[in-house]
């Protein structure tokens, strides 16, 4: 097959993936395929602007290092992860909703015991969350590890702090036999996604702001449970109706309350006077994995 | 603007673009997220799935370097550099038709004189190439600048052969006052594309073979003409009919002949037998840039 053509091309290339061993690559690459021709079709893009794709998805990459994933920014801020999430995510009644990833989840983060300090000595306002992790029929969740990351006062990750990050603001827990689960860091900042990669460039040449609204991160698992992959968002944040990835929902909002010295709504002890952040999860049952099984 | 699901997240998103200063920026924006929410919705990833295709972004742009361009090659592998090549030069009658630029390209090649030998000395079966650069009404062209580089006779090409390469069977020429150029190199074999990166594993992932048949580039160029981007194929090469990215037109391919020593059939002397390679490239008047001027 030679001489191909704006018409013809796409029909060529399909045809090469006729030997894939694999139906579902298979399916996904004639998908790519179609979806990306028919792109280039519309936009008709000069050989100019096809360069400046080329360079913009390389710098892309370039830029992605252990603490830094701007693909996965790419995808939040072309809407695509929360669309990602959203057909993955069809939830039964009562099931915590989900939101993004995002870029600063780290592999194993440190565990610590219930009740410990996570801040690691950052300054901010004193901020107590708890809550509790549950299935949809009530019962508590016990043992379920419970993974929660957020930002600083000035809205850092730790991640982004230093070339050798110490990881704080980041912890694993696990539920005790209540499924109840509490700790104690400081208030997050609302903040700008990293501006300064190819990312941030796009924002700008779209003509958008790149914040996101203050929020916790969770990841919570349990065996026999879809692990939940969410945010707890805090209410009143002036940008919680433009977040620059799409990822939030009236269900994630929570306001913070005041606590201490003294005991919490669940009953634990608070030494000094502390925001209070509480949610209480619910985690779906894990779904038996037929279609592609 | 919150509580986006499968359906409503594609219009929140292209909502964002309202304020996007360039219309052509905009306009780029929205097809690529209607075209990338669509591609998502038809082929429904998983979240596993979704990272997946983060990891082979991500690897493809760090495969990048100034001697490899891993994305040029996921372009071309994926029909999309014909198809933008397509979209871009429908050529009027007569002039040389065009191909991919591929991934080997080196800005500022080293100038030759016309008849050097620009091998350098690299093992291989002689090859003498001459040609013309013309007009559409076959005015000659003088001063014409003409890039033409090509792998070697095991199929790699200069800066694939070392960390630190050396640029051979690489050369800027200039047409005489009648339009002709000439050099001396080897005669360059089909070969594979670098599979040792993530486009070698998707063409595996694909069933495809990752060969291209034998060529020689050229880019070519002169003051009121368009640049023209192409190849010269060699006849009787068995991968013309599946070239992986999708590259052959006929008018493209030409036989190798034999000569020397003696007088071509363009009036150069030769020393030595040599394959003759002949192609008479005729350049297309400059476009006006009328419509985003």
Redesign the interface.
Known sequence: ??????ET??E??LA???????PR?????E???R?????????????T??ESG?DF??????M?SPTR?E??LL?DA???????????HPLPMGATETTVLGPFYVDDPPEFPLGANISGGKEGKALFVEGTVKATDGTPIAGAWVDTWHADAEGYYDVQLSDVPELDMRARLRTDDQGRFWYKSIVPAYYPIPADGPVGQMLA????HPYRPAHVHFMIGAPHFETLITHVFLDGDPY????VV?G???SLIRGLGEVGPGTTPEGHEVDETASLLTYHFVLAPEKHLAR?A
Chains 1, 2 share one sequence.
């Open positions: 097959m030679r001489n191909f053509n704006e091309i796409t060529a290339v090469r993936f006729a030997d894939a061993p694999s690559i298979k399916l996904i690459s998908a790519l395929v979806h990306l021709h028919a792109f280039a079709r519309e936009v008709r893009p000069s050989q602007e096809w080329i998805l390389t710098r892309t990459g370039q992605c994933q693909f996965i995808s072309l809407g695509v992860s929360m669309l990602v999430d959203a057909i993955n040449a779209q003509g958008r919680l109706d433009s977040d799409f939030v929902k009236d592609y």
